[in-house]
């Protein structure tokens, strides 16, 4: 399947899903939970160096919780699975150099060099920053198979990623804006 095709299925898939939506035959998804734990994770020093893996508490909170500490779009994508609208998040056309991290929990998940134009209006990254901050299950929503990726630490929904990328991965990790925070190197921590 051509990324053209791809774009096109999706938009009429989403056109499809909000009609559905307006007519009232879908409810909205149930709010993510996080289920109690430890989780093995990667962070970061001062320096940007990966630290050695450790373990470390999964991040749990109420909806409520949530919704003091998230926008409402934010909250929508993170917590209920939700996807924002291609070319409208704030991170699809940044070029800033920095640190990409969790909304929920600031755990780091990309860096910008391993951000690229995949042309999908999503921010796109073909690698993490570690591979034990990223988790993934098998999405069958809407007809289609997908990977979806979460933060492994709050389990936030961040997007997709798909076997279409750049070398050296040939991979596509298509995230949502809403799901990140973005540290410019240098600069303080910008928030969606």
């Given at each position: 399947?051509t990324?053209?095709?791809?774009?096109?299925?999706l938009?009429?898939a989403?056109t499809?899903?909000?009609a559905?939506?307006q007519?009232?035959?879908?409810?909205?998804?149930p709010?993510?939970?996080t289920?109690?734990?430890?989780?093995?994770?990667?962070?970061?020093?001062?320096?940007?160096?990966?630290s050695?893996?450790?373990?470390?508490?999964?991040?749990?909170k109420?909806e409520?919780?949530?919704?003091?500490?998230l926008?409402g779009?934010?909250f929508r994508?993170?917590?209920t699975?939700?996807?924002?609208?291609?070319f409208?998040?704030?991170?699809?056309?940044?070029?800033?150099?920095?640190?990409y991290t969790?909304?929920?929990?600031?755990?780091?998940?990309?860096?910008?060099?391993?951000?690229?134009?995949?042309?999908?209006g999503?921010p796109s990254?073909?690698?993490?920053?570690a591979?034990?901050?990223?988790?993934s299950?098998e999405?069958?929503?809407?007809?289609m198979?997908?990977?979806e990726?979460?933060?492994v630490?709050?389990?936030?929904?961040?997007?997709?990623?798909?076997?279409?990328?750049p070398?050296?991965?040939?991979l596509r990790?298509?995230?949502?804006?809403?799901s990140?925070?973005?540290?410019?190197?240098?600069?303080?921590?910008v928030?969606?």
């Amino acid at each position: 399947m051509t990324r053209r095709t791809l774009l096109f299925t999706l938009a009429g898939a989403a056109t499809a899903l909000a009609a559905a939506k307006q007519l009232g035959k879908l409810s909205a998804s149930p709010m993510k939970t996080t289920t109690p734990g430890n989780v093995t994770v990667r962070l970061l020093d001062e320096h940007g160096a990966l630290s050695a893996p450790q373990e470390v508490p999964k991040v749990i909170k109420t909806e409520d919780e949530w919704k003091a500490l998230l926008t409402g779009e934010q909250f929508r994508v993170t917590r209920t699975e939700g996807t924002e609208r291609a070319f409208c998040g704030v991170f699809h056309d940044n070029h800033k150099t920095g640190l990409y991290t969790c909304v929920g929990c600031a755990l780091p998940l990309f860096r910008s060099d391993a951000k690229f134009d995949s042309g999908t209006g999503w921010p796109s990254f073909f690698q993490p920053v570690a591979a034990e901050n990223i988790g993934s299950t098998e999405d069958v929503s809407f007809g289609m198979a997908r990977t979806e990726v979460h933060c492994v630490r709050c389990e936030s929904h961040l997007g997709h990623v798909f076997k279409d990328g750049p070398p050296p991965t040939r991979l596509r990790f298509c995230i949502n804006s809403a799901s990140l925070t973005f540290q410019e190197d240098g600069g303080k921590l910008v928030r969606p």
